[in-house]
């Protein structure tokens, strides 16, 4: 397969490498137990299938891209859990729209879902829908991974009322064409089959293929699948394990009433889609109760945006043409006063002599939409669409900058179907002019803070963010208002800069507005200044915003000139004038270059691993008792766990005919199984042929151990990771004993803390104030000390503003330890000007600290008096005090 320029965003990586330990864990210890390790939280077994069943949620926002995470995710369950190179997935989506959508991508080559599994399995995989899986040949089924792609309700052999679904019952009737799957099976493999009425021969249908194969089943939007009927179809399939992705998950958990809570691994914030510019964000909400003043501002609003889309496209050569989507609402007989999709059409065309190709309808007859190949062509005119309840399922277009509802009840449903249509960012990249890198709301409401709330709580329960989250992406602003300018004081900017800044356009600009600004606003191009009457309103800032898109760096100087005028006193977040916030990050000299202090500076790549000695392996490897398939324990709660992921291995290994193994063979399948960045290939055939070797010369046989050779592949790679960790630790600390002189910082090694890229998984929401946070989010606390420690900070007189440095995000600061980066819980500027890092540890967990402690002194040292270091513990802040004056 072609290679593909495709590269993982942060929280895609961080997610996935969640499930892979996850996955790796319950090898070890079950799926019970690797939940609660990684989360802390209990795991609530699915209802329905068998215990034990690995059974999580990776719950992603909207706009977070979920579906190339599920295509991710297929290689490492089959790595990691499965154990197999040839896994069966049942991959479940919602909508026949979106299995169309989500097939082609997978069967089409160079797209990244495509190249997701390609990542894993080379061309070594197929792609089928349920149709296409129903004649699949037992070579396809064995010969490598099978991704079956379909909706649920076509798995259901009755629908939510208890009828017959003869679409479903497909799946459970005998078919010709896969009789050759179910020749030559063992007892074992048959047993749990369904068999012909009256006879011992198992039904060669589809859902004993998948039983016979124990698929990984991926839910897809798993909201819309979670009735009881929905679990006991996936049961019939029996399968290894289930991954749901979604934004909403089900939180509470109450099997009586059939809700049954979803076990999320990991939830990706909005902050972290922002950082990685996937999402326009805020929205700008703007209320009136009159719709033809709302229905004329959001038709402002597109004016104003595709002018600044023709300068960003005259730039950047980017196409942008903004979409506005109209929410009507439903007609109903006994209501003739209903601002219907008919009447929205009309007051487009008729009264704002919009030309009637720029606008779509899709809703009740009108299936515009469908007739559109690519909206985002340059070609097509559309500017508009009208809608009512939701857009066409799968529709997704960037473009779609602004939503005008006329509708007075802004639903969770509603925000889920439309505004969150409006939050992807285009080509998921940020724009030159601010006005573009943001959402509009115009919503016909009589009460600013009831549609606020309405939208905040679809964003919540439609959209996947959090109540923090909400409350800051939703921009509070005034009614609209057209009152003339009055006789008051006229406040002046700070001048534009001077290069790239025509006075024509910014004239022409001005001009554009509503009169309700134009009057208010001047501009002298000699001072380069905007002169502006009377206080200025939110509205009237966002309307310079768009207005003035095009012109560049505007964006800072309407801000500053609104919070002047208002005569604002602002918190450290809001500070318009604070310094930015730089942070000298360690350097390693090397051949006389001064580079960032990485991994590559205390390790020799790639790793000789055939070097090392085997011996080990003796004690690390034991042929395990299988007189018995699983393990059963009885938890405290009396009820019965099975560990059952060893014979769902040698299931999964049964259905395959094994070959004639030979020591080189089996070398070659461990190694494959292994992912070792840091080492060659041969270098690890040779290893592993040698500890193989050693095994064998220790009294085990061949056979045995190819019989053995998950358990054998997972000891090697654990005697892998070992030795690779007491490399780095011996080469880490020769080289800070030899070459403490070769540290330093300097400006050219610096991070910059910047609003945009600053991304807490999950923001801080407690009821403690902070008002030197350099940032209005705030990322969470690991624990009160630690909130404490943050507090302190904050009241420190010589504290000018902080930063929680968030833990794995490239943003952050961090320094190099053996095996991993260690980022520092909060680095501080002072009113001196010198940076202070403090890493706070709990009194337990200080004393296994001594690398942080060193590394962070080695950095203090380097810095030449400007970088400070500490890290108290047991409360004992006055240990920063001491720091900062010198004193520690």
């Known amino acids: 397969m072609a290679a593909t320029n495709f590269e993982l965003k942060e929280y895609q990586r961080i997610s996935l490498d969640r499930l892979t330990s996850y996955l790796r864990d319950t090898t070890a210890m079950g799926a019970n137990m690797a939940f609660y390790k990684a989360t802390n939280l209990p795991f609530k077994s699915a209802p329905a299938v068998a215990d034990g069943t690995p059974y999580v949620c990776l719950r992603v926002p909207t706009g977070g891209g979920k579906t190339l995470l599920a295509a991710y995710s297929i290689g490492i369950a089959a790595r990691e859990y499965m154990m197999a190179a040839n896994p069966m997935v049942l991959w479940l989506v919602p909508s026949s729209a979106i299995l169309d959508q989500t097939v082609d991508a997978l069967k089409t080559e160079g797209h990244p879902y495509r190249a997701a599994l390609g990542k894993d399995f080379n061309r070594n995989f197929s792609v089928m829908t349920k149709t296409e899986a129903l004649a699949m040949s037992r070579a396809d089924a064995t010969g490598g991974a099978v991704v079956i792609v379909s909706t649920i309700q076509s798995f259901r052999r009755e629908d939510d009322t208890g009828k017959e679904n003869p679409e479903g019952l497909k799946v459970y009737e005998d078919a010709g064409a896969l009789m050759d799957h179910f020749a030559n099976l063992t007892e074992e493999q048959a047993g749990p089959l369904e068999t012909v009425e009256g006879t011992n021969r198992p039904i060669a249908s589809m859902a004993n293929l998948l039983r016979l194969h124990r698929p990984m089943v991926i839910v897809d939007e798993a909201h819309n699948s979670r009735s009881d009927l929905s679990f006991r179809t996936l049961a019939r399939f029996n399968p290894s394990l289930i991954l749901e992705l979604t934004a909403t998950p089900q939180t509470e958990h109450a099997p009586s009433r059939g809700k049954h809570a979803s076990n999320i691994l990991y939830s990706v914030s909005a902050a972290e889609l922002k950082a990685e510019e996937m999402i326009k964000m805020p929205i700008r909400l703007t209320t009136d109760a009159d719709y033809i003043k709302t229905v004329g501002a959001a038709l402002d609003c597109q ?108 639903s969770p449903v509603a925000v889920e179907q439309i505004l969150g249509r409006i939050l992807r960012m285009p080509l998921a990249k940020r724009k030159r002019r601010d006005a573009l890198n943001q959402s509009y709301a115009y919503i016909v409401s009589r009460s600013f803070d009831t549609t606020a709330q309405q939208l905040k709580t679809g964003l919540i329960e439609g959209a996947g963010f959090n109540r923090t989250e909400a409350d800051q992406i939703i921009t509070r602003q005034q009614d609209l208002g057209f009152d003339a300018a009055a006789e008051e004081t006229g406040y002046e900017s700070e001048p534009l800069p001077q290069d790239n800044v ?204 190819a019989r053995n050779k998950y358990d054998l592949r997972r000891a090697l790679a654990q005697f892998i990771k070992d030795l690779r960790g007491d490399r780095e630790t011996s080469q880490y600390s020769a080289l800070f004993s030899a070459n403490t002189a070769d540290f330093a910082t300097s400006s050219e090694l610096s991070i910059i803390f910047d609003e945009q890229t600053y991304a807490p998984n999950q923001p801080y929401s407690g009821a403690t104030k902070f008002n030197k946070h350099y940032f209005s989010l705030l990322g969470d606390f690991d624990s009160g000390e630690e909130r404490d420690c943050a507090l302190h900070l904050d009241r420190h007189e010589k504290v000018r503003y902080w930063v929680r440095n968030v833990d794995r995000k490239k943003s952050s600061f961090w320094l190099q330890l053996p095996h991993a980066k260690f980022y520092p819980d909060f680095v501080a500027m002072l009113t001196d000007g010198r940076v202070l890092v403090v890493e706070y540890k709990g009194q337990h967990l200080y004393e296994a600290e001594a690398v942080k402690r060193q590394v962070g002194a080695v950095w203090e040292d380097a810095s030449n008096g400007q970088g400070l270091f500490c890290m108290p513990t047991n409360k004992d802040f006055a240990l920063i005090d001491r720091t900062i004056s010198g004193t520690h």
Not at 369 to 397: F, H, M, N, Q
Not at 615 to 636: E, H, L, M, P, W
Request: hydrophobic share 40%; glycine share 4%; aromatic share 8%.
């Open 303 to 410: 004016r104003m945006l595709e002018e600044a889309a023709k300068a960003e496209e005259d730039e950047t050569k980017e196409y942008i043409r903004p979409i506005v989507l109209f929410q009507a609402q439903s007609a109903l007989k006994t209501d003739p006063h209903r601002l219907t999709w008919e009447k929205i059409e009309k007051h487009l065309t008729d009264d704002q002599r919009i030309p009637k190709e720029q606008i779509a309808v899709h809703t009740g007859p009108r299936k515009d939409l469908d007739a559109i190949d690519d909206i985002r062509d340059p070609k097509c005119p559309v500017r508009y669409i009208i809608t009512v309840s939701k857009l066409k399922e799968g529709w997704d277009c960037p473009f779609a900058y602004v939503l005008c509802s006329v509708s007075d009840q802004v």
């Open 502 to 705: 025509l006075p024509a356009t910014v004239e022409a600009a001005i001009a554009k507005l509503p009169p309700s600004v134009k009057t208010r606003v001047t501009f002298n191009p000699e001072t380069r200044t905007f002169t502006y009457k009377g206080p200025m309103t939110r509205e009237s800032r966002n309307i310079l915003h768009l207005g003035l898109a095009a012109v560049p760096q505007v964006g800072k100087a309407i801000d500053r000139l609104y919070a002047k005028s208002n005569n604002f006193q602002t918190s450290a977040a809001d500070d318009e004038n604070k310094p930015p916030f730089i942070v000298p990050m360690l350097g390693f000299r090397k051949q006389g270059e001064l580079q960032l202090f990485s991994q590559e500076h205390f390790l020799d790549l790639p790793w000789r691993l055939d070097e090392c000695d085997v011996s080990d392996i003796t004690k690390r490897f034991r042929v395990a008792d299988n007189s018995q398939t699983g393990t059963i324990n009885v938890s405290d709660q009396g009820k019965v766990e099975i560990a059952f992921v060893k014979h769902l291995q040698g299931q999964l290994a049964g259905v395959i005919k094994e070959p004639t193994w030979t020591l080189p063979r089996l070398a070659n399948w461990i190694d494959v199984g292994i992912v070792h960045p840091d080492i060659t290939k041969p270098s690890a055939i040779v290893f592993i042929s040698r500890a193989l070797e050693t095994l064998v010369a220790s009294g085990l046989a061949l056979d045995v151990l």
